[in-house]
T-cell receptor
Framework: AQKVTQAQTEISVVEKEDVTLDCVYETRDTTYYLFWYKQPPSGELVFLIRRNSFDEQNEISGRYSWNFQKSTSSFNFTITASQVVDSAVYFCALSENQAGTALIFGKGTTLSVSS | GAGVSQSPSNKVTEKGKDVELRCDPISGHTALYWYRQSLGQGLEFLIYFQGNSAPDKSGLPSDRFSAERTGGSVSTLTIQRTQQEDSAVYLC????????????FGPGTRLTVT
């Protein structure tokens, strides 16, 4: 069973639009960690955020914000006022406590922001 | 400070040859990971090293794949008798500790098996 689902394969927006990238996860662990990574065209995965399962506070960092809801097993990522430089593939990932520390990645969402 | 570095950046090899891929983690990071990224399979975990503990090899796809980490720092991923399905980008990551810490990725090695 897929443990991290990013249902949106591709999203296209115009600059200054807000966009939300969805992530739904599945785990039986009570302790786990969620991550978002960005992979720009250059190819290198860039760490964006980490959340542990006991911290459901939403987080905002500049134009980026994250909404973690355990009730729906979701960890969604919103970019406000998108810019062309936000064009990339975004990956959501899960690290389960019982399964060790390897990241389980979703398939990724390709975001294209046009000017 | 310096990030994770990997070499070579690109490797083209003939089917049946052995290849070695190298990873230099961030200084001070005790945990090191190898992943593989391919179009069909996405990002897959291969192997994990933490300090002097036995590595977690649960993600290695076959016994043709092996890895070692010398002196708790540099790691080498070896693929023996390469097959075309081994073509992928091999990514190395390191983290300060293991469980729960964010992993920082290198630029990857693009392996093409002809």
């Amino acid at each position: 069973a897929q443990k991290v689902t990013q249902a949106q394969t591709e999203i296209s927006v115009v600059e200054k639009e807000d966009v939300t990238l969805d992530c739904v996860y599945e785990t039986r662990d009570t302790t786990y960690y969620l991550f978002w990574y960005k992979q720009p065209p250059s190819g290198e995965l860039v760490f964006l955020i980490r959340r542990n399962s006991f911290d459901e506070q939403n987080e905002i960092s500049g134009r980026y914000s994250w909404n973690f809801q355990k009730s729906t097993s979701s960890f969604n990522f919103t970019i406000t006022a998108s810019q062309v430089v936000d064009s990339a593939v975004y990956f959501c990932a899960l690290s389960e406590n019982q399964a060790g520390t390897a990241l389980i990645f979703g398939k990724g969402t390709t975001l294209s922001v046009s000017s | 400070g310096a990030g994770v570095s990997q070499s070579p950046s690109n490797k083209v090899t003939e089917k049946g040859k052995d290849v070695e891929l190298r990873c230099d983690p961030i200084s001070g990071h005790t945990a090191l990971y190898w992943y593989r990224q391919s179009l069909g399979q996405g990002l897959e975990f291969l192997i994990y090293f933490q300090g002097n503990s036995a590595p977690d090899k649960s993600g290695l796809p076959s016994d043709r794949f092996s890895a070692e980490r010398t002196g708790g720092s540099v790691s080498t991923l070896t693929i023996q008798r390469t097959q075309q399905e081994d073509s992928a980008v091999y990514l190395c990551a390191s983290s300060l500790r293991g469980q729960g810490y964010e992993q920082y990725f290198g630029p990857g090695t693009r392996l093409t098996v002809t």
